[in-house]
């Protein structure tokens, strides 16, 4: 596994790549590429830290697994490329900011813009095989996003992070919620998303706060 990633997060974790626990998921993330099919594709597997360098980013959303359906996943949580069917979680995000704030649903469920405003999209686990979902999980991926999400929390201040549903909350446990904004609800799934999911109003806080701190808000 080439780790393509962008300069700025390259600097912040690099001793993360250097680790054991890397060269571990680097031998493993290599041959089930070899051998089976898995998504994203390998060149978009840093896709959310390529599309949002570390000093750009002002919001921060996790995600479990990459979408193991074809042509879905890209490297962003929740995201699907243009001209994908929109997954039911993603059907549920689009309906509470229209609930939220008013803006429409769009015409793709591809979030790149968002990622280019400074909302960095990070699945806890980067790599799945087809439609076996968690297959890569407990490989050392959750070691490497929380290392991400660590420096994050640690070197700037003032970001918001959004953890929806029980393993994102866990996962964000650590983060200092009196530097930093921490939003918590139910997951956007339909199997959770009428418990505490729809109503959340996480967009407009989240952009609330931005504007609070001079930061300008993000167009969802």
């Known amino acids: 596994m080439n780790v393509q990633i962008e300069d700025s997060w390259k600097v912040r974790l690099q001793s993360e790549f250097e680790k054991d626990y890397f060269k571990h998921l680097t031998d493993f993330v290599r041959n089930e590429y070899g051998t089976y099919a898995i998504y994203p594709p390998g ?16 919001v921060v959303i996790i995600g479990q697994d990459p ?18 069917q929109f997954p039911p979680s993603l059907i549920n995000i689009f309906k509470e900011i229209r609930d ?7 015409a793709t469920g591809n979030l790149t813009r968002w990622a280019e405003q ?5 699945n806890a686990t980067l790599t799945v095989r087809a439609h076996q979902a968690g297959s890569h999980q407990n490989r050392g991926w959750e070691t490497f996003t929380d290392a991400a999400i660590r420096v994050l929390a640690e070197e700037k201040e003032h970001l918001v992070f959004i953890l929806w549903g029980a393993y994102a909350q866990r996962k964000g446990a650590f983060i200092d919620r009196s530097k930093h904004l921490v939003l918590t609800s139910a997951h956007p ?28 808000e993000i167009y969802w």
């Not at 978009?44 to 599309?51: D, G, K, Y």
């Not at 890209?74 to 699907?80: D, E, K, Q, R, T």
């Not at 400074?118 to 990070?122: A, E, F, M, Q, T």
């Open 118 to 122: 400074g909302v960095l999209l990070l």
């Open 67 to 84: 979408y193991h359906g074809p042509g879905q996943a890209h490297g962003l949580c929740f995201s699907v490329n243009d001209g994908v």
């Open 43 to 58: 060149r978009l597997i840093f896709n959310a830290f390529n599309l949002c360098p570390f000093d750009k980013v002002k």
């Open 189 to 216: 799934s339909p199997l959770s998303a009428y418990n505490g999911f729809f109503g959340n109003k996480h967009f407009s806080k989240t952009n609330e706060y931005l504007k609070g701190h001079g930061e300008k």
């Open 100 to 106: 939220d704030i008013g803006t429409e649903t769009p």
